[in-house]
Protein backbone atom coordinates (compact mmCIF):
# COMPACT_ATOMS: atom_id res chain seq x y z
CA UNK A 1 0.00 0.00 0.00
CA UNK A 2 1.57 3.70 -1.15
CA UNK A 3 0.60 7.57 -0.12
CA UNK A 4 -1.08 8.48 -2.49
CA UNK A 5 -0.33 12.45 -2.54
CA UNK A 6 1.99 14.75 -0.40
CA UNK A 7 5.52 15.23 0.49
CA UNK A 8 5.65 11.20 1.11
CA UNK A 9 3.39 10.17 -1.66
CA UNK A 10 4.96 6.74 -3.48
CA UNK A 11 5.86 5.83 -0.01
CA UNK A 12 4.88 2.13 0.61
CA UNK A 13 3.79 1.25 4.23
CA UNK A 14 2.78 -1.46 5.91
CA UNK A 15 -0.05 -3.56 6.35
CA UNK A 16 -1.26 -5.75 9.35
CA UNK A 17 -1.17 -9.71 8.07
CA UNK A 18 -5.27 -11.12 7.67
CA UNK A 19 -8.23 -10.04 8.29
CA UNK A 20 -8.62 -7.89 11.39
CA UNK A 21 -7.34 -4.46 9.37
CA UNK A 22 -9.42 -3.28 5.99
CA UNK A 23 -7.14 -0.80 5.10
CA UNK A 24 -8.73 1.66 2.96
CA UNK A 25 -8.24 1.62 -0.61
CA UNK A 26 -6.26 3.78 -2.77
CA UNK A 27 -8.60 5.33 -4.76
CA UNK A 28 -10.91 6.16 -2.02
CA UNK A 29 -8.42 7.41 0.38
CA UNK A 30 -6.93 9.52 -3.30
CA UNK A 31 -10.62 10.62 -3.24
CA UNK A 32 -11.22 11.31 0.20
CA UNK A 33 -8.02 13.78 0.56
CA UNK A 34 -8.95 15.42 -2.91
CA UNK A 35 -12.22 16.09 -1.27
CA UNK A 36 -10.94 17.87 1.53
CA UNK A 37 -8.15 19.80 -0.30
CA UNK A 38 -6.95 22.67 2.22
CA UNK A 39 -8.92 21.72 5.34
CA UNK A 40 -5.59 19.19 6.06
CA UNK A 41 -2.90 21.46 5.56
CA UNK A 42 -1.95 22.90 8.82
CA UNK A 43 -4.52 20.09 10.71
CA UNK A 44 -5.08 18.68 14.10
CA UNK A 45 -6.27 15.15 13.37
CA UNK A 46 -7.62 12.16 15.52
CA UNK A 47 -7.71 8.80 13.72
CA UNK A 48 -10.08 6.05 15.62
CA UNK A 49 -9.49 2.33 14.74
CA UNK A 50 -6.25 3.59 13.25
CA UNK A 51 -4.79 0.24 12.11
CA UNK A 52 -1.71 0.88 9.92
CA UNK A 53 -2.43 4.58 9.94
CA UNK A 54 -2.81 5.09 6.33
CA UNK A 55 -5.54 8.09 6.71
CA UNK A 56 -3.51 9.68 8.99
CA UNK A 57 -0.29 9.44 7.25
CA UNK A 58 -2.20 10.78 4.22
CA UNK A 59 -2.78 13.85 6.44
CA UNK A 60 0.73 14.23 7.15
CA UNK A 61 1.91 14.17 3.79
CA UNK A 62 -0.13 17.03 2.64
CA UNK A 63 0.83 18.97 5.93
CA UNK A 64 -0.88 18.21 9.07
CA UNK A 65 0.81 19.48 12.27
CA UNK A 66 -0.10 16.32 14.14
CA UNK A 67 -2.30 13.30 14.75
CA UNK A 68 -3.75 11.14 17.49
CA UNK A 69 -4.21 7.59 16.56
CA UNK A 70 -6.31 5.46 18.47
CA UNK A 71 -5.44 1.63 17.94
CA UNK A 72 -6.57 -1.24 20.10
CA UNK A 73 -4.29 -3.83 19.22
CA UNK A 74 -0.54 -3.52 20.22
CA UNK A 75 0.71 -5.71 16.96
CA UNK A 76 -1.26 -2.85 14.74
CA UNK A 77 0.23 -0.16 17.03
CA UNK A 78 3.43 -1.22 16.52
CA UNK A 79 2.84 -1.21 12.46
CA UNK A 80 1.85 2.22 12.66
CA UNK A 81 4.77 3.40 14.30
CA UNK A 82 7.00 1.68 11.92
CA UNK A 83 4.75 3.37 9.17
CA UNK A 84 5.38 7.32 10.68
CA UNK A 85 9.10 6.35 10.74
CA UNK A 86 8.99 4.43 6.89
CA UNK A 87 7.56 8.13 5.91
CA UNK A 88 10.40 10.28 7.97
CA UNK A 89 7.62 12.19 10.27
CA UNK A 90 8.86 13.84 13.26
CA UNK A 91 8.01 11.70 15.93
CA UNK A 92 6.82 14.09 18.50
CA UNK A 93 3.54 14.33 15.77
CA UNK A 94 1.98 11.34 16.42
CA UNK A 95 0.07 10.37 19.38
CA UNK A 96 -0.76 6.91 19.65
CA UNK A 97 -2.73 5.33 22.26
CA UNK A 98 -3.40 1.80 22.57
CA UNK A 99 -6.99 1.16 23.49
CA UNK A 100 -10.58 1.08 23.04
CA UNK A 101 -11.51 3.85 20.41
CA UNK A 102 -14.87 4.31 22.77
CA UNK A 103 -12.92 4.79 26.14
CA UNK A 104 -10.57 7.38 23.76
CA UNK A 105 -13.11 9.62 22.87
CA UNK A 106 -14.26 9.73 26.27
CA UNK A 107 -10.90 10.42 27.98
CA UNK A 108 -9.82 12.98 25.16
CA UNK A 109 -13.47 14.70 25.95
CA UNK A 110 -12.51 15.31 29.68
CA UNK A 111 -9.08 16.42 28.95
CA UNK A 112 -10.73 18.87 26.42
CA UNK A 113 -9.16 18.28 23.64
CA UNK A 114 -10.59 19.15 20.36
CA UNK A 115 -9.63 18.23 16.34
CA UNK A 116 -10.20 20.00 13.20
CA UNK A 117 -10.47 16.16 11.51
CA UNK A 118 -11.79 13.21 12.65
CA UNK A 119 -11.15 10.31 10.82
CA UNK A 120 -12.39 6.59 11.09
CA UNK A 121 -13.10 3.78 8.89
CA UNK A 122 -13.69 0.96 11.56
CA UNK A 123 -14.36 -2.48 10.82
CA UNK A 124 -17.82 -3.23 8.97
CA UNK A 125 -20.85 -4.00 10.14
CA UNK A 126 -23.47 -6.62 9.12
CA UNK A 127 -26.44 -5.59 6.79
CA UNK A 128 -29.17 -4.28 8.45
CA UNK A 129 -32.99 -3.80 6.96
CA UNK A 130 -35.58 -2.03 8.81
CA UNK A 131 -33.20 -2.08 11.92
CA UNK A 132 -31.29 0.55 13.43
CA UNK A 133 -27.34 -0.61 12.98
CA UNK A 134 -25.40 -1.93 15.69
CA UNK A 135 -21.85 -1.06 14.00
CA UNK A 136 -19.09 0.49 15.51
CA UNK A 137 -19.95 3.20 12.43
CA UNK A 138 -23.17 3.66 14.27
CA UNK A 139 -21.97 3.93 17.88
CA UNK A 140 -19.73 6.58 16.79
CA UNK A 141 -22.20 8.77 15.10
CA UNK A 142 -24.25 8.16 18.68
CA UNK A 143 -21.64 8.67 21.21
CA UNK A 144 -22.03 12.20 22.57
CA UNK A 145 -18.31 12.88 23.00
CA UNK A 146 -16.98 12.75 19.42
CA UNK A 147 -19.18 16.03 19.13
CA UNK A 148 -17.17 17.90 22.26
CA UNK A 149 -13.81 16.74 20.34
CA UNK A 150 -14.87 18.34 16.82
CA UNK A 151 -14.09 22.02 16.30
CA UNK A 152 -17.26 24.40 15.44
CA UNK A 153 -15.63 24.28 11.30
CA UNK A 154 -13.99 20.70 11.78
CA UNK A 155 -14.50 17.38 9.36
CA UNK A 156 -15.73 13.79 10.51
CA UNK A 157 -15.19 11.64 7.83
CA UNK A 158 -16.51 8.03 8.31
CA UNK A 159 -16.61 4.94 6.31
CA UNK A 160 -18.56 2.30 6.51
CA UNK A 161 -19.98 -0.25 3.55
CA UNK A 162 -22.61 0.30 1.51
CA UNK A 163 -24.71 -2.35 2.89
CA UNK A 164 -25.25 -0.94 5.91
CA UNK A 165 -27.75 1.60 6.57
CA UNK A 166 -26.83 4.35 9.29
CA UNK A 167 -29.16 6.54 11.30
CA UNK A 168 -27.66 10.28 11.23
CA UNK A 169 -29.40 12.51 13.76
CA UNK A 170 -28.72 15.86 15.20
CA UNK A 171 -25.98 16.90 15.51
CA UNK A 172 -24.39 16.15 12.59
CA UNK A 173 -25.08 17.28 9.41
CA UNK A 174 -23.99 15.08 6.01
CA UNK A 175 -21.81 17.42 3.53
CA UNK A 176 -20.50 14.91 0.99
CA UNK A 177 -20.74 11.44 0.29
CA UNK A 178 -17.97 8.76 -1.57
CA UNK A 179 -18.51 5.26 -3.32
CA UNK A 180 -15.58 3.20 -4.72
CA UNK A 181 -17.50 -0.22 -4.61
CA UNK A 182 -18.96 -1.71 -1.21
CA UNK A 183 -17.07 1.40 -0.05
CA UNK A 184 -18.92 4.95 1.08
CA UNK A 185 -16.91 7.94 2.82
CA UNK A 186 -19.10 10.29 4.58
CA UNK A 187 -18.36 13.54 5.45
CA UNK A 188 -20.11 15.19 8.24
CA UNK A 189 -20.47 18.95 10.03
CA UNK A 190 -21.50 19.61 12.98
CA UNK A 191 -25.18 21.12 12.00
CA UNK A 192 -25.38 25.07 11.97
CA UNK A 193 -28.22 25.30 15.29
CA UNK A 194 -25.90 22.74 17.41
CA UNK A 195 -23.01 24.96 16.59
CA UNK A 196 -24.61 28.68 17.05
CA UNK A 197 -25.70 27.07 20.51
CA UNK A 198 -22.46 26.07 21.54
CA UNK A 199 -21.04 29.38 20.78
CA UNK A 200 -23.73 31.21 22.58
CA UNK A 201 -23.63 28.99 25.49
CA UNK A 202 -27.20 27.80 24.76
CA UNK A 203 -28.57 24.53 25.65
CA UNK A 204 -30.85 22.72 23.48
CA UNK A 205 -34.27 21.12 24.86
CA UNK A 206 -36.18 18.61 23.53
Avoid at 52 to 75: D, N, P
Avoid at 177 to 192: A, Q, T
Wanted: glycine share 10%.
Amino acid sequence: MRITGGEARGRIIKVPKGFAVRPTPDMMRQAIFNSLGGNVCGARVLELFAGSGALSLECMSRGARGSICVEKSRYHADILRSNWEICGFDRQSLSLRVQDAYVALEQLASLGETFDLILADPPYGEKNIGVRSNSFAQKLLDISSLKKLLKPDGLFVLGHPCRETLTVESPWKEVKKLHHGDNVMRFFKISDEERNNHETGEVAVD
